[in-house]
């Protein structure tokens, strides 16, 4: 198996590394500073004997290195800095991941792209269409990084195991999250049983403010570690063919009445990418916060196609 990571900045490094460390595939990064992912790629294998894996990871400023590659993550752009909104990052982004797409479609006609760049859910439309790819073969990562925020949260209000908190979060990433509180569970118990509903409504508050709390605190650039561990989630999905139950950001064809656009839902991941998009019914409340979340994706691609 061969993985790339496109971006060699504090996400796309910390996927690399932890993908490498899996040991089963070997790991190319691609960025445009000069010896950077050389650096950093040569740094992480010279880890190899000691955490016990002989997978290669290297680096690159081209892409022929990465050729014929099975899964791409592109984390290559700009990140936010405080007072920034994930959509400031729009223009300039789009312009990256559009010429870095170009170049993963040449030198990996049959790869599955795992974007990451912000804001998201444009930039999942922006590299679905210009890759030509079938949707099965583009789908973004949000919903499991804003999920597993979310499940942090709760298990640290109910003083639980992490492992026993199930929830669910659809919709746009972050502030346009929507969050299903009724599939939310602790050790399968409705969450609604266990806490109050004010207090759940605090903690999808934090959730939705997740990001934006790591950066104020980290005053330059923003989360990584969370983030590189769900990506790593949903390459392994795919590299394992698990058929895991994940929310990821998909281009959809009329499910939940939305239809040409990338919106988050649950989608089962296995070695065929998006292998499905999983509709489940959803309450009026729900179906519009869904609806509003994908009317914001639309702004954004309409300020892209301008
Ligand atoms: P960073 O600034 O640390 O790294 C970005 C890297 O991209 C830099 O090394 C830069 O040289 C590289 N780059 C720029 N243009 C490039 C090009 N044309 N080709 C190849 N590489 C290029 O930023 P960080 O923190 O790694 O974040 C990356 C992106 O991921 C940001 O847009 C950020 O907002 C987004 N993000 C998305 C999350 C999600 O849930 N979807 C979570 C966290 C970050």
């Not at 000691?50 to 752009?77: F, K, P, Q, R, W």
């Not at 030198?107 to 099965?136: K, W």
């Not at 990084?145 to 979060?169: G, K, M």
């Not at 979340?293 to 301008?306: C, D, F, T």
Request: negative net charge; contains cysteine; proline residues 4%.
């Amino acid at each position: 198996n061969k993985v790339t990571v496109v971006g060699a900045g504090n996400v796309g490094a910390t996927t690399a590394q932890r993908i490498h460390q899996l040991g089963y595939a070997d790991v190319v990064m691609v960025d445009v500073v000069e010896d950077l992912p050389q650096g950093k790629s040569l740094d992480m294998l010279e880890s190899g004997p000691v955490i016990g894996t002989d997978a290669l990871i290297t680096g690159s400023n081209g892409y022929e290195e990465s050729a014929n590659s099975d899964v791409v993550v592109i984390t290559a752009g700009i990140a936010r800095r405080p007072g920034m909104s994930r959509d400031d990052l729009l223009l300039t982004n789009m312009r990256i991941t559009t010429s870095v797409t170009e170049q993963v479609v040449r030198h990996s006609p049959n790869c599955i792209i795992i974007p990451v760049t912000n804001p998201l859910d444009a930039m999942v439309q922006n590299i679905y269409e210009s890759s030509g790819f079938p949707r099965e073969r583009v789908f973004g990562m949000a919903g499991v990084l804003d999920t597993a925020r979310f499940r942090t949260f709760i298990s640290q209000e109910l003083n639980v195991s992490v492992e026993d908190v199930q929830a669910y979060v659809l919709g746009g990433h972050g502030d346009d999250m929507v969050p299903l509180v009724r599939y939310t569970t602790v050790g399968g118990i409705p969450i609604s049983e266990l806490m109050a509903e004010e207090k759940v409504e605090q903690l999808v508050r934090r959730t939705r403010q997740g990001g934006g709390e790591i950066v104020q605190l980290l005053k330059e650039g923003s989360a990584y570690y969370a983030p590189s561990a769900a990506i790593t989630q949903m390459v392994e999905a795919v590299l394992l063919d698990k058929k895991r139950i994940l929310p990821a950001c998909a281009y959809l064809q009329g499910e939940y009445g939305i239809n040409g656009l990338c919106v988050g839902v649950p989608v089962k991941l296995g070695a065929g990418g998006m292998e499905q998009v999983i509709e489940i019914r959803l309450t009026a409340e729900e179906q519009a916060a869904l609806q509003g979340s994908a009317a914001s994706v639309q702004e954004l691609v309409e300020v892209m196609n301008q």
